[in-house]
T-cell receptor
Framework: GEDVEQSLFLSVREGDSSVINCTYTDSSSTYLYWYKQEPGAGLQLLTY?????DMKQDQRLTVLLNKKDKHLSLRIADTQTGDSAIYFC????????????FGQGTELSVKP | GAVVSQHPSWVICKSGTSVKIECRSL??????MFWYRQFPKQSLMLMATSNEGSKATYEQGVEKDKFLINHASLTLSTLTVTSAHPEDSSFYIC??????????FGPGTRLTVL
């Protein structure tokens, strides 16, 4: 089946940029998503990108997509302690009815 | 973004009882809702996909008679865990999708079966 991979941990200093990476295997991927999960909570949709786009920016968040390498990244500028959470990458493919395939999640730790 | 609610947020029940969890899309019509299960420190495991007015599609290995899903309206889906046992204890999360590609998640329900 299709697979999505993420590194498990990332630690940064407050004020630095964070870059969370994700790779996927689905050649027919149509949309790719980034979600944030804080302890004991559900998932918050941060942003998503259509597979024919290379980049999407939304305030402090920049998503880069390299479709050839099936690589997705999320850059958080000026990372704050409130950004500490688990970040999930997910993708859905053509004709999947919206079913998401999730990565394992990257735990971002922001140190003051 | 759109809002999805879940009720209850947590529930403790005795082994052998049934528990119903509600998932509501508050400000949009959800043509499709999804139910996930999440174990501590792990990713989400999709249990089933439900489309309004039709039977849910269960993922491999998920017992449809144990996890009953009803999606009777465009704003409400329910998951009933029947004859719950301690191994059913988990964090259950729903998500909802309308006509756009965005998929919004509920806050989750923590189920503890004693």
């Amino acid at each position: 089946g299709e697979d999505v991979e993420q590194s498990l941990f990332l630690s940064v200093r407050e004020g630095d940029s964070s870059v969370i990476n994700c790779t996927y295997t689905d050649s027919s991927s149509t949309y790719l998503y980034w979600y944030k999960q804080e302890p004991g909570a559900g998932l918050q949709l941060l942003t998503y990108i259509f597979s024919n786009m290379d980049m999407k920016q939304d305030q402090r968040l920049t998503v880069l997509l390299n479709k050839k390498d099936k690589h997705l990244s999320l850059r958080i500028a000026d990372t704050q302690t409130g950004d500490s959470a688990i970040y999930f990458c997910a993708e859905t493919g053509y004709n999947q009815g919206g079913k998401l395939i999730f990565g394992q999640g990257t735990e971002l730790s922001v140190k003051p | 973004g759109a809002v999805v609610s879940q009720h209850p947020s947590w529930v403790i029940c005795k082994s052998g009882t049934s528990v119903k969890i509600e998932c509501r899309s508050l400000d949009f019509q959800a043509t499709t809702m999804f139910w996930y299960r999440q174990f501590p420190k792990q990713s989400l495991m999709l249990m089933a996909t439900s489309n309004e007015g039709s039977k849910a599609t269960y993922e491999q290995g998920v017992e449809k008679d144990k996890f009953l899903i009803n999606h009777a309206s465009l704003t409400l889906s329910t998951l009933t865990v029947t004859s719950a046992h301690p191994e059913d204890s988990s964090f259950y999360i729903c998500s909802a999708r309308g006509l756009s590609p965005e998929q919004f998640f509920g806050p989750g329900t923590r189920l503890t079966v004693l």
